[in-house]
């Protein structure tokens, strides 16, 4: 009975104890999911304590090497050490736990333990870059602790302790880094000639530039500059002795330049004054063996062989020598005989050494200035050559020397327009113009860029703006009187009409002297029923014109077109009363008549076989004004008269196939390209030639696609082409 009691206590137990580790063991789980690893131990640890048979070694062992590396952020390294041992000791095949331990030890400088640790986690994971790394470090600083003895040798001679550093080496085993130091410290104490054997025997050694370095130095200090030139050439192929090494072997040179001068031998010492200007081109010695150069190559070039001049210059260049004077004169040669591609490399070249000297310029608004030339030059080349990516670098380079120079900004921005960058455009254009508000190739600039964007209302208020800086400014007047009136209808018929009202006054207001501008407005006002504005608008169309008799047709003409039939009739007949004899008076009373009258504009167009026009232009104008109007068919049957009379009229012929695109009466225009094709032929007239390529291409899209350019609808531009 009572075995039977403690049987089932025992199994009591034994469940109590698996349900307390698996709640320790959850906990364990829980506290490792919140990176509190300390507290996933003590769980785990007291799972492990309730029931043994339960395997968490691996839980344990990460959670160990967690909270190590938790410790080791705040370099508590003596318990970082101890938590990855017992990680270790939970999972021993684990490569990064003796890798870190590693770490560990070689923190604390333990470098036996280090390395230990390091060839285990290489054991266990060959090939590791990282362990491989770290071990090998380990070593060499292992190494460094017999380095010490070498180290304070090296103390003891820049303290000029020789006498001790010489006894200390006495102690030093035979090697190439005591041959190293015994030369320095035989040099020190004046012995050069044991100085050299020593030194000498580093020669075929990982210490041979250094040995070297030092034997350039007796043999300067002896002045046996050759053997010095040639053991100090051998240092400075090192780049940490370079700059130790320099001063030293230009001094060298120079000595020896002199000794070659003295003994009459000046084609040794121009070699040494080359190899000065390779080293540094600023040395006064460089300037001998550059001016030499240069000479030759004016002779050259005085001479007329240019070819001789950039080879004389190209010879020292290709050595190495960046003179300024050189690279300078080389360039400019190149951009005289077209040779850009060499012109390019040459500039960038100077320029990178102009930039090395701005840390020392004595002057350097001057060298600034000379930077902004060379990248402005640079620019234009590759604008040349089409690098427009280039061209807008070496530009902004250019402005960083040259900020206040607008020219280059003019340069850089017109740059923009070719990459089409208009935002970046309008914004430097916005910013010159708030700088320099009266300089008038800003707003030449922002016209083409406005005109690009068919912003054409903006052009024209540049276009206006430049006129008040320069009145006699004639392409942007030329531009307000071919395009103003133009776009001013085109508002007007896509109902932008008070939009269109203030540009025509202020068109007006900048060239009131022009008088198709009066006569819009005219038109305007009586498309608005205000007569008496009207009246007063077309009577000054009539004033501020040359050819009254001309201005009272036209403003007739517009009379006629609001219907306005008396007053229309009353102006033909005041312009007939001064000028009965002018074609293109009779001209424009048939155009305005066409509409109304078709009887009497032929009355009038009879009457020009008896005063024709010179040219066809008088026809080609005032079919132009009607197809702007919307009136094409009229417009056409004043061409076809014109070319009655002017058969071979190009501009006539031009004018139908402006009509035939108004009407889309694509079977006309293929008519009329054929006759202008012959006839251009004929002539040699290849500016038609070219207008025709491109007008074929509008029937291509047509033949194509159907319609004008594809689509008749409005919303053509949003199907898929």
């Not at 996933?40 to 339960?54: F, L, Q």
């Not at 004054?273 to 002779?299: S, T």
């Not at 427009?388 to 380079?397: D, G, N």
């Amino acid at each position: 009975m009572a075995k039977k009691k403690r049987r089932k206590r025992r199994r009591r137990n034994i469940a109590t104890s698996r349900k307390v580790s698996r709640s320790y063991d959850q906990s364990g789980q829980f506290f490792f999911s919140q990176g509190d690893y300390a507290a996933a131990v003590k769980a785990w640890r007291v799972a492990v304590k309730a029931n043994p048979e339960i395997d968490l070694n691996k839980k344990l062992a990460e959670a160990h090497f967690r909270h190590a590396l938790c410790l080791d952020r705040s370099r508590k390294i003596t318990q970082v050490i101890s938590e990855l041992h017992q990680a270790i000791a939970r999972a021993p095949n684990i490569a990064i736990y003796h890798f870190h331990l590693g770490l560990a030890y070689h923190y604390k400088g333990q470098y036996d333990h280090a390395i230990s640790a390091y060839q285990q986690a290489l054991k266990l994971k060959p090939g590791d870059s990282r362990f491989k790394q770290h071990l090998q470090i380990a070593q060499s600083e292992s190494d460094g602790e017999a380095e010490n003895a070498t180290a304070r040798i090296m103390q003891l001679l820049q303290r000029e302790r020789n006498e001790e550093a010489v006894e200390l080496l006495g102690n030093q085993p035979p090697g190439k880094m005591r041959d190293l130091l015994e030369g320095f410290a035989y040099a020190k104490r004046g012995d050069y000639a044991e100085a050299k054997k020593c030194l000498n025997r580093c020669s075929a050694s990982e210490y041979a530039t250094i040995a070297s370095y030092y034997l350039g130095l007796i043999y300067a200090h002896e002045a046996r500059f050759p053997s010095a030139m040639k053991n100090l050439e051998v240092a400075m192929t090192e780049p940490s002795l370079k700059n130790a090494c320099q001063p030293i072997l230009l001094g060298v040179y120079r000595r020896q330049g002199m000794k070659y001068i003295q003994s009459g031998e000046p084609d040794k010492a121009n070699r040494l004054w080359n190899k000065i200007a390779r080293l540094d081109p600023q040395d006064v010695a460089a300037d001998n063996a550059v001016a030499a150069a240069l000479e030759d190559g004016y002779r050259s070039a005085a001479e007329g062989d240019f070819a001789k001049a950039m080879r004389s210059w190209k010879r020292l260049i290709n050595q190495g020598i960046d003179h300024p004077a050189l690279l300078q004169n080389y360039a400019i040669a190149c951009d005289r005989t077209d040779n850009y591609e060499n012109a390019m490399d040459t500039w960038a070249q100077l320029a990178q050494v102009w930039e090395k000297q701005q840390v020392r310029a004595s002057d350097p608004t001057t060298l600034k200035r000379k930077l902004a030339l060379v990248y402005r030059r640079l620019g234009e080349l590759a604008w040349h050559f089409d690098d427009a990516y280039c061209a807008k670098e070496m530009y902004e380079r250019a402005l960083k020397y040259a900020p206040q120079d607008v020219e280059l900004h003019l340069r850089l921005v017109t740059l923009l327009m070719e990459f089409g960058d208009y935002n970046a455009l309008f914004h430097q254009l916005r910013q010159l113009r708030r700088k320099h508000p009266d300089n008038p190739r800003v707003l030449e600039i922002m016209i083409s860029a406005h005109l690009e964007m068919h912003d054409y209302t903006k052009a024209l208020q540049c276009a206006m703006d430049l006129l008040k800086l320069d009145k006699n400014h004639q392409n942007s007047r030329q531009l307000l009187q071919d395009l103003g009136g133009e776009h001013v209808r085109s508002l007007f018929k896509n109902n932008q009409r008070h939009e269109g009202m203030r540009l025509l006054q202020a068109l007006i207001r900048a060239d009131s002297n022009y008088p198709p501008f009066h006569a819009l407005l005219g038109e305007v006002y009586l498309s608005q029923r205000k007569e008496h504005q009207a009246q007063e608008t077309l009577q000054r169309c009539i004033e501020v014109s040359e050819d009254k008799a001309l201005a009272h047709a036209q403003v007739g003409k517009v009379y006629m077109m609001a219907e306005y039939l008396k007053r229309a009739e009353a102006h033909f007949k005041e312009a007939l009363d001064r000028q009965a004899e002018q074609a293109n008076i009779l001209l424009t009373i048939a155009s305005a008549y066409m509409s109304h009258d078709m009887h009497k504009a032929e009355q009038y167009l009879d009457r020009l076989i008896l005063y024709p026009p010179e040219d066809s232009e008088v026809f080609a104008d005032i079919a132009d004004e009607l197809i702007d109007a919307e009136k094409p068919q009229t417009a056409l049957k004043i061409l076809e008269f014109g070319l009655e009379m002017f058969p071979d009229a190009v501009p006539l012929l031009m004018g139908k196939i402006s009509a035939a695109i108004t009407m889309q009466d694509f079977d006309l225009m293929r008519e009329v390209l054929q006759s202008l094709r012959e006839l251009a032929l004929e002539t040699d007239n290849f500016d038609v030639l070219e207008a025709i390529s491109a007008l074929e291409m509008i029937l291509t899209f047509q033949n194509t696609l159907g319609g004008l350019f594809g689509y008749d609808d409005d919303d053509w531009y949003d199907e898929p082409f």
